[in-house]
């Protein structure tokens, strides 16, 4: 019976085209915003032989096993919360994660599987998860965001100033302009919000109010370098590496360059000195 409720109801077939209908009209939604005209002159990524050459990652892992990364022991071992790209799961940063671990670090996930675009249910639960995360020591973190995961970093890092004690961006599109990458319309299509009009409130180019730092790749084939590595005021450094976009997660020099990063007290003594100075006033 069609008033019946329960387990055992038949579907309502009203309730079934009004999905269907719904359904189609998101997708037809994710069709314009993938392919809307774009007047933006900035707009575009690497080459398409740069573009093509991130499908290294698919031998990467037969690589590894005849690989060795030195790390040393850090000076002073940190906490550590990594926050995967955009379309990604935690688990394709775990071999950067082990990697960091070796070094004495303690590193961990971001907790929300994976990064599909922020929402405001999402970034509140990001919120939350720093939050908690944090209170279990009474420690700062250093996040290390990939690709679209530090550009979640550095808004983290904004609103929570005072559990953060360094973002690292890896070829994150902070800068420039927001089209200025080889996929932006794919992420239109699925997070179904355009680049530049973001679901939560966000200035994507302001510097965090803690120590900043973007590594940035000429070699990378989705992000634009100058998206990357932003201006002088949008970070405090920047450091060019020569790996794909991809390979943020797995290059040597990656790896290398985000344990200077977190091992600051050994490499920027003068810059682990001001932010120790910072935290006690």
Known sequence: MNGQT?????PDADSGATSVAALSHMARERLRLASEPCEDERAGGPTLIRFLGEAGWMIEPFRRPFRTIDIEPAIVPKRVMLLPGFATHPVRMRYLARQLERGGHRVKRWGLGFNWGPTQENFDKLNQRLEDVY????????LVG???GGLFARELAKHHPDKVAKVVTMGSPFSYSPRANNIWRIY???AGHRVDDLPIEAEVAEKPPVRTVAL????????????????AGERDRAV???CTHMGFNYHPQAIMA???ELDAERYFP???SEDSEATTH
């Open 6 to 10: 329960g387990p055992g109801a038949m």
């Open 135 to 142: 209170l279990r020591k009474g420690e700062k973190l250093i």
């Open 146 to 148: 990939w690709s679209l």
């Open 188 to 190: 239109q299509a699925i």
């Open 216 to 231: 940035w790749s000429p070699r990378d084939g989705i992000v634009h370098s100058r998206a990357a590595c932003g201006q």
């Open 240 to 242: 060019a590496l020569r």
């Open 258 to 260: 985000v344990a200077r």
């Open 270 to 272: 003068d810059e682990a």
